[in-house]
């Protein structure tokens, strides 16, 4: 029947014989079992016919027929789902296609149901209203330093064409001083654009222990000031920030508070407590708080005097105000800085209030 055998360790072992006993060309699946019986190894053969697979010929075709049929429904509902799914997608880049500068207030449909295609869609509108909101202070911004810079051009020429219809009549030193007046204001206002700038685009600055009542001395030695300044700066009060940009910060608020007291300025430099709790000033508060004797900023106007170009009422007059820009450089210096500026009640005048996080360092 067969000669083959188990190989050692095996017991048992399986092969498929064709011919010889079982006849020509049939087979038979032979397996091979060692056993021990009387002291001695024997090896048992035992055969079963070989089993083939037999289908009919047209069941395979008609399962094959069925299942390239299943796949090509599957496929195509699947096809069908995945635009159907992605309609609002393509909705959305068409609206964004569309869109312009001159166009922002447009905004992508934003399909009924829940999914991440509607929060896809929110998070564009939500990106959209930003984007419209930054132009819109852009164009503000563009359309007010225009016309601040184009009232002293305006002045110098005035007086340069007086100076030229009647040069008899012109007073060569006078005409000079109003000119140079114009030109002071006209560099002004382009130093603190260009502040405003810099403030915008995040530029960096050096960092320094300061001592902030020493600051506010240096600062109250280079000026003129037109009223009586009653500053109260004891040392040790250091902060740690940029000399230049917190010296800019703390002339623009002396100069506000010059500009609008009646006789006085009084300048308090304390450490104060962490303000309810609030993470920027763990290490503790430095303070610096200018009070004038003026007529003071009515309380639902307090927030608007550090918007960009803006002046109030009882100080519109370019002759008397800057071009309403000293506040908000200011504040966005106090920001940058991890501190606040803000306006505090006061029984006269007007009250600001700048807190710094106080510096551990000497």
Known sequence: MARFRPEA?????????????????????????????????WTVYSAAPVRTFDVAPGLVAGLAAGSALVTAAVAYGARRSVRRALTPVKAISAELDEINTSELGRRVPVPAGRGEIYDLAQSVNYTLDRLEETFEQQRRFTSDA??????????????????????????????????????DRLQAIAADLLTLTRLDAGAPCEREPLDLGRLVADEL?????????????????????????????????????????????????RRDESPDGDPRFLSGTAVLEVLDDGTGIP????????????????????????????????????????????????????????????????
């Open 9 to 41: 360790p095996q017991l048992r072992t399986v092969q498929e014989v064709c011919g010889g006993v079982f006849g020509a060309g049939r087979c038979r699946v032979v397996v091979a079992q060692r056993v021990y019986h009387d002291g001695q190894d």
């Open 146 to 183: 225009s016309h601040e810079l184009r009232s002293p051009i305006t002045a110098i020429r005035a007086q340069v064409e007086d100076a030229l219809l009647a040069p008899e009549e012109t007073d060569v030193r006078e005409i000079g001083e109003a000119v140079l007046r114009s030109i």
């Open 221 to 269: 030695g280079h000026r003129r000031a037109v009223h009586t300044m009653v500053p109260r700066l004891p040392p040790g009060v250091t902060v740690r920030g940029d000399r230049i940009r917190l010296g800019r910060l703390i002339t623009n608020l002396l100069d506000n508070a010059d500009r609008h007291a009646a006789s006085s300025v009084s300048l308090e430099v």
């Open 299 to 362: 309380g639902d106007q307090r927030e608007r005097v550090f918007q960009r170009f803006t002046r109030l009422d009882t100080a519109r007059s370019r002759g008397a105000g800057g071009a309403g820009l000293g506040l908000p450089i200011a504040r966005q210096i106090a920001e940058s800085h991890g501190g606040s500026l803000t306006i505090i009640d006061s029984p006269r005048g007007a009250r600001f209030l700048l807190r710094l996080p106080l510096s551990r360092e000497p």
